[in-house]
């Protein structure tokens, strides 16, 4: 005898936004200082990965393509994150180098919204994030030709199998010149906090030639 599984009411799902507030005058006039008093917050709470956000970028034939990524730098120049530059999302930062990033916090019951162009950071980064990481990310930067299609995981462990057989005796693991990092640098920024029967706060700050202008949307 078969039992029926239950099926959720995924139009019943909710939850009421009664945490916080955002006002004009709760924010810095700054987009990166508030987004960095954000960031903060979200660290204290223990946010789950508070450093992942959603990176959308457009394929050549106009295609919306979106994953999730980490921060790994944050300074006034914008938003890093480090990368196969032969990957899905390197070949489509290629061809148009525009990108969306989302930051979901919703221990904080708060988003942050991201756009501006996007461009290599220099070589000089690359290298000091990429010695930074453990020895078994970089191996797996090089074991990995990120996006491509393989025969399957065992050919992957393989890969991985020889480098670390390769550099036993060693720490010395080269970046391959295929994998570096990108910054946004932003053009846009929109904070969110969640209110109450819908109606949340959405404050956007766009920068011009003067600095950052600072204007409330409707939920």
Known sequence: ??????????????MEYEMAQLGEEDI??????????????????????????????????GKPSSRIVLLKELDSRGFSFFTNYKSQKGKELDNRPYAALLFFWPELQRQVRITGSVE?????????????RPKGSRLGAIASPQSEEIENREWLDSQLADLEKNYADTDDVPRPAHWGGYRLVPDRLEFWQGRKSRLHDRLVYERDRSGWNVSRLAP
């Open 28 to 61: 810095a006039a700054d987009a990166f200082i508030q987004f960095r008093k954000w960031f903060d917050e979200a660290i204290e709470r223990h946010v789950l990965e508070p450093n992942a956000m959603a990176l959308s970028t457009v394929s050549a034939d």
């Open 120 to 132: 290599k950071v220099t070589a000089q980064e690359s290298d000091a994030y990429f010695k930074s």
């Open 1 to 14: 005898m078969h039992t029926k599984t239950k099926q959720t009411d995924i139009a019943a799902i909710r």
